[in-house]
Every structure is written in structure tokens, then in C-alpha cells.
């Protein structure tokens, strides 16, 4: 048997112990290493299910997400747009569909001369009717068209609003157009006096009617539609526009003279021609806002109508009474401007300086008026009415307007200048004869 020496075996031992080292230093680090992964993986699938973790994952996907509706919404903007305008042109429509049979076209009509001179007709069978005779010239009449305008049904028994200027000429007549072309005869109702307003009415039953809306609640911006016999020649014609102003004030001229001065009016840049004067002004529900009454010559798309809530006065009261009666005070004055004050030393530039005429018969309290029964005098000023200013300005409120938004009965509070000194005194409004 081979025997081991000392040395040898020495050896051995040695080379076992270096071994079982590296065995351990190796499983250390692997189990150090282990330790630190579970760890850093620990405190981050740790960090992520905290509060703060969540919100960031939330935050990412969020972006995520919103990227990507934004790029469908981004395809889907022209399909949206499209829906809206078809929204709106829908609107439109129904609206027009909806009134356009309570509009008429009105057509004026007069008797015009026609002279008819013997002298220059063909001469038959070898003799003729004479030269130069003024015998043998004859006046005739003819009737022809002379105007047109436009109005919408208020009462199913055929009353109907227009504009004053359109049904003035009582020499005239007067021929309804309804939306089924037939033609009625019409007869003037009433007139009013202050506002470019009338009433108008046909025989028949089951006419369809406009209803008139809250002009107070108009805003600039909104959407309108004009319909009106334009030129007198296109019945029902259709514009749309938007309210371009509120409380506007101008000066309208008529073409046969005559001049009126429209207040507290709107203003739009929907289409009105000549024509349409009379026609409804209509919100998008179908509501009249207005009844258009004149436009701007020479300009872009500025047109003028009369807030319904003017028409609505007239309206209540030619149903109530058959006619239009405004509220009278009974005094004759001149606007107190700053000039005026300067001229005559006057103790205010406002108001409205109550003065006589350059007639004996121009008196400057009528006897027996509401005003005289109030105690106001000759050289007085009106300062205001139920508190509000007397002003004499483009767009401020004169006597006539502030009297004219009453109702006939209503007792107004004056204040007045009288003889030097401030006072107020209350005056009880007449109908105007």
C-alpha cells in the first residue's frame, strides 16, 4: 500500500480550503446581489402603487389618451363643422317654412291721368279731328301700380301690421297679396301719428299669424331673418343676418318727401331692399323682432326696423279700440341745448323750454290740457319725466319721446323749472285729438 507523505498531504488540504473560499465568496455575492435587485424592484413597484406613483401613471396614460382623441377630433373637426352649419341652416329653414305663410306682399295702386290727344291718332277714311285744338285733347284716369310693401297677419280674421309710409296716400288703394297668391282688397285701420306703424286689415278667417317677441331681449350678434316683398316684384324674398346694432337713431326719408325720425330702433346687415318695408324681422324661434322700415342708400347691408315692442303697443291698443291713440300733454316747447342755455342765460343745457308759436293761435299750454291742468306755464322747463332726463341729443330721450312711451290715463311725475325754482308736479295723459 502506497503510503501519503506529510507534505503531499499538506498540499491537499490546502488546495481544498482555497477552493470551499472562492465557493463562498462567489455565493455571497449572488445572494448580495439577489438582495439588491429584490430590493430596487421593491421600492419601485412600491413608489408605483403609492398615491404619487398612481397619479404619474395616471397622468401618462391621460396623455396618452388625449393624444389620441386629439388626433381623431383633429380628423373629425370638418365632419363637426359640417354638422354644425347643417344645424343652423336647419334652423333657418324651419323657421322660414314656419312664417313665411303669415307674410303678404301689399301692393299700391292710384289713378294716374292720362291725356289722350285726337290730334296725333291715324287719319281714317280721308279726314281728320282738327289741329292744335285743345278740344281735342281728353283727361283720363288710369290705375296703375304705383308702390309695394310688405306686412304679416296679427289676427286670424286678417289684421295685419305694416308700415305707416306704406299705406299713407289716402288716395291710394290697397291690395293684399297672401302667400297662396290670391288678392284681397284691404282697408286701412288705423295709423300711428308718432311711430312709422299701421294696421291694416282684409276680409276672411284662419289666416295664420306671426307672434311678436321680446325686442328687449335682442343682443347684438344674434341671428335674424328678413322677409319682404323686395322691389315690389319678389314676394317672400329670404335674407339672414345678424342684430349690427341696438338703439339706433336716423333720419328716414321717404321717396315722395317725406322725413321722419326713427328712434330707439335696431340695426342689421340682413338684406333689405325697397319692399320690404313692413316685413318681419325674425329671431331664430320664429319670433318677430322688428317690422323693417328703412335702409341706408349707397351703403353695405345697414338696415333699420322697429322693435316689436313698439308694434306691440300699437298692436293691444287697435285690438282694444279699433284705432291709435298716443298720449298727449299738451304744450308746445323747443330743446334746451347748451347754445340755447348760452343765448339765453338759461339755468340749465337741457330740458324742454315750454314757448308760444310765431301764431296768435300757437299757444304755448293748450288750454284745458293735462299739462295746464298741472299748473305749467309759458317759459317753464321740463327737466324730467318719471325721472328720466329730458334731452335734447342724438340719442337721448326728447318730451315727445318720453311722453309717447306712456299709456293714455297714466299720471307722470314732472320736474320742472318754474319761476325760478325747482318743483314737480303730476300731470294725468289724454288721448291726442
Keep these: 500500500m502506497e503510503q501519503i507523505e506529510p507534505s503531499e498531504n499538506q498540499s491537499l488540504k490546502n488546495n481544498q480550503s482555497k477552493r470551499k473560499n472562492k465557493l463562498a465568496f462567489y455565493g455571497g455575492l449572488l445572494i448580495i446581489l439577489i438582495i439588491f435587485v429584490s430590493a430596487t424592484f421593491g421600492a419601485v413597484f412600491g413608489f408605483l402603487a403609492s398615491k404619487s406613483g398612481t397619479s404619474i401613471l395616471a397622468n401618462l396614460d391621460h396623455g396618452k389618451f388625449k393624444f389620441l382623441v386629439a388626433q381623431k377630433e ?15 341652416d336647419s334652423a333657418v329653414i324651419d323657421v322660414v317654412k314656419k312664417t313665411t305663410p303669415a307674410v303678404v306682399s301689399i301692393v299700391i295702386s292710384k289713378d294716374i291721368p292720362q291725356t289722350i290727344n285726337f290730334d296725333n291718332l291715324p287719319n281714317f277714311f280721308g279726314f281728320g279731328f ?25 289676427t286670424t280674421d286678417g289684421m295685419i301690421v305694416t308700415n305707416r309710409h306704406v299705406v299713407d296716400d289716402p288716395n291710394a288703394t290697397y ?10 282688397s284691404a282697408k286701412v285701420l288705423a295709423i300711428d301719428p308718432v311711430n312709422d306703424l299701421a294696421v291694416i286689415k282684409i276680409k276672411g278667417n284662419g289666416y295664420p299669424t306671426l307672434s311678436l317677441g321680446d325686442s328687449d331681449k335682442a343682443q347684438i350678434g344674434q341671428t335674424v331673418i328678413a322677409i319682404g316683398n323686395s322691389l315690389g316684384q ?28 326713427l328712434k330707439n330702433i335696431i340695426q342689421t346687415d340682413a338684406a333689405i331692399n325697397p319692399g320690404n318695408s313692413g316685413g318681419p324681422l325674425l329671431n331664430i324661434n320664429g319670433k318677430v323682432v322688428g317690422i323693417n322700415v328703412a335702409i341706408v342708400q349707397g351703403a353695405q347691408n345697414i338696415g333699420f326696423a322697429i322693435p316689436a315692442k313698439q308694434v306691440k303697443k300699437v298692436v293691444e291698443e287697435v285690438k282694444k279700440t279699433g284705432k ?67 334731452n335734447a341729443s342724438q340719442d337721448g330721450d326728447s318730451l315727445s319721446d318720453l311722453i ?11 320736474k320742472i323749472w318754474h319761476k325760478g325754482k325747482n318743483k314737480t308736479v303730476q300731470a294725468k295723459l289724454t288721448a291726442r285729438e
Design 74 to 88: 383633429i380628423k373629425k373637426q370638418p365632419d363637426i363643422i359640417k354638422q354644425k352649419i347643417i344645424q343652423e
Design 130 to 154: 282738327g289741329q292744335n285744338n285743345q278740344n281735342n285733347q281728353k283727361e283720363t284716369f288710369k290705375k296703375q301700380t304705383i308702390g309695394g310693401g310688405t306686412g304679416f297677419f296679427i
Design 175 to 184: 291690395t293684399v297679396v297672401t302667400n297662396d297668391k290670391k288678392k284681397h
Design 234 to 261: 319678389f314676394s317672400n324674398t329670404v335674407s339672414r343676418g345678424i342684430i349690427s346694432g341696438l338703439k339706433r337713431s336716423v333720419t328716414a326719408g321717404g321717396y315722395i318727401g317725406q322725413v321722419e325720425k
Design 324 to 390: 291709435i291713440s298716443t298720449p298727449y300733454l299738451g304744450v308746445r316747447y323747443i330743446p334746451v341745448t347748451k347754445t340755447l342755455q348760452k343765448r339765453y342765460n338759461l339755468p340749465y343745457g337741457y330740458g324742454s323750454l315750454v314757448l308760444r308759436g310765431n301764431k296768435i293761435t300757437d299757444l304755448a299750454v293748450v288750454p284745458g290740457s293735462p299739462a295746464d291742468k298741472a299748473g305749467i306755464m309759458e317759459n317753464d322747463i321740463i327737466l324730467e319725466v318719471d325721472g328720466k332726463k329730458v
Design 404 to 414: 309717447a312711451e306712456k299709456n293714455i290715463g297714466e299720471t307722470v311725475t314732472l
